[in-house]
């Protein structure tokens, strides 16, 4: 009874109609109500008619209706929004700030709970309005935007359907430059627009679209900028930008292995790891993801964390997390693969007393991947095996001779400990002329 009494009050022509309106949002905060609302005949009719209505003040009160309306998770009724989706569009060129923002907003929690709005807002030119939208100058407006594009971004038919738009749009270029220019345009548009990047990476095989735009290069000097304002001036919630922005260049550096070789990068991870290891790390994963990239297939980055003395840093992340060891392992095994003299200054660090411990943990994999260091290290530096023995890693791989995904790689590196010559070898001989 309540809703229908709301309802007539709302259609009746008179002078208290906005107060009506006003009660009306109230009431549709309800979940309930909601659905109540959306059932009774002509409540949106009504309720579009007030929205396209020529007075703004009912106009405004109307798209707050709409809005509560749209958190609803139930799909049938951002179904029953249907009829207001080209409205909503047409007044993203809004008359007022907060009206756009409210229609934005209204649109995104829309396209969340239904496929259908999704299908229809398509045809009906969201992607071009959107790209209209993204060159306001107005950062609530540009959030919005990014809300908005981050839910139809999200969506199953994303990489089909709407990903191959966005990418032919002038989208994606703004995008990039609103996050460039860091969280001094506004903290909250950037995040937004880095999550979307993310999506389309991620979800994207060929982003020739963006490598084009320099988003190699434009992220790589973001994460310098927001490196060197730490800590004096570590803004509240950058750890919001920082973790899509290194997952972004995790992707694009793991589908094209193009990068710019600029050891700066290195130095600013390090900066970045330090500042969040204590409260969010959450990031250090989000880090080394990164690092291994970078060093997986390039020397120069390798050889760069070495010369610029950031082992020790990297080692400190060994017992951060199973994750952490795992991965630190991986960019170890990265440095180690790449020859002799990286294999001797990785042992000068000293690296087997952090090494030994790590053959008694309970985790498989972070096993594994420290056996597969230690032949890389023993196959370059076969001496280096004495040292191995002299600290007890004889004992710590006889126990893996019976765990079955380990047994042959522990038995295989305890073949070379025990073939490893008590003689000079090549290395010690490289090391004789060097020193």
């Given amino acids: 009874g309540q809703v229908l009494e709301l309802l007539r009050g709302v259609q009746r022509g008179s002078e208290d109609r906005k107060r009506w309106l006003g009660r009306l949002r109230w009431a549709l905060q309800n ?50 929004c249907l009829p207001v989706t080209s409205y909503l569009l047409t007044y993203l060129s809004g008359h007022s700030l907060e009206f756009t923002e409210l229609c934005l907003y209204t649109l995104g929690n829309l396209v969340v709970e239904s496929e259908a709005v999704r299908k229809q807002l398509l045809p009906q030119g969201i992607i071009p309005v959107l790209a209209s939208c993204i060159q306001s100058p107005h950062e ?26 966005v ?23 950037a995040v937004e627009f880095a999550w979307c990047l993310h999506y389309i990476i991620c979800r994207h095989e060929d982003n020739v679209v963006l490598l084009a735009l320099g988003a190699v290069p434009a992220l790589t000097s973001l994460l310098l900028d927001l490196a060197s ?43 970045i790891l330090q500042c969040f290891l204590q409260q969010h790390p959450f990031l ?37 997390s199973q994750m952490a060891t795992v991965l630190v392992l991986t960019v170890l095994c990265n440095i180690a693969e790449k020859g002799v003299l990286q294999c001797q200054r990785l042992l000068q660090q000293p690296l087997l007393p952090h090494l030994l411990p ?11 991947q420290c056996l597969e260091l230690l032949h890389l290290l023993l196959l370059h530096c076969p001496e280096a095996a004495a040292d191995f023995t002299r600290q007890g890693g004889h004992q710590a791989l006889e126990q893996h001779q019976s765990t079955p995904e380990l047994q042959e790689r522990a038995q295989a590196l305890l073949d070379m400990v025990r073939q490893s010559p008590g003689a000079p070898s090549a290395c010690q001989a490289t090391l004789a002329a060097l020193s």
């Avoid at 297939?297 to 990297?314: K, N």
């Avoid at 790590?358 to 594994?368: F, K, N, Y």
Wanted: aromatic content about 4%; overall charge negative.
């Fill in 229 to 271: 304002q730490i800590p004096q001036d570590t803004p509240e919630g950058l750890e919001l930008l920082v973790c899509p922005v290194l997952r972004c260049l995790s992707n694009l550096l793991a589908q094209t292995g193009c990068q710019g070789q600029d050891g700066r990068l290195l130095v600013a991870l390090f900066l």
């Fill in 167 to 189: 990418l032919d749009s002038v989208l994606p270029q703004h995008m990039l430059r609103v996050l460039c220019s860091g969280p001094r345009a506004g903290l909250g548009a």
């Fill in 31 to 80: 979940e309930d109500t909601q659905q109540k609302f959306v059932r009774l005949d002509g409540s949106i009719r009504a309720l579009t008619g007030l929205f396209t209505s020529s007075l703004a003040d009912l106009q405004l009160e109307a798209a707050r209706c709409l809005h509560e309306l749209s958190h609803s998770s139930v799909p049938t009724v951002a179904e029953a």
């Fill in 358 to 368: 790590l053959l008694t943990l309970p985790h498989p994999e972070a096993v594994g």
């Fill in 140 to 165: 609530a407006v540009l959030e919005g935007v990014g809300y908005v594009l981050s839910q139809l971004l999200q969506a199953k038919e994303a990489p089909t359907e709407i990903i191959p738009l």
């Fill in 284 to 320: 250090v994963q989000e880090c080394l993801w990164l690092l291994n990239n970078l060093t997986a297939d390039d020397p120069f980055f390798c050889s760069a964390l070495l010369s610029l003395d950031l082992l020790p840093a990297l080692l400190q992340l060994l017992t951060c």
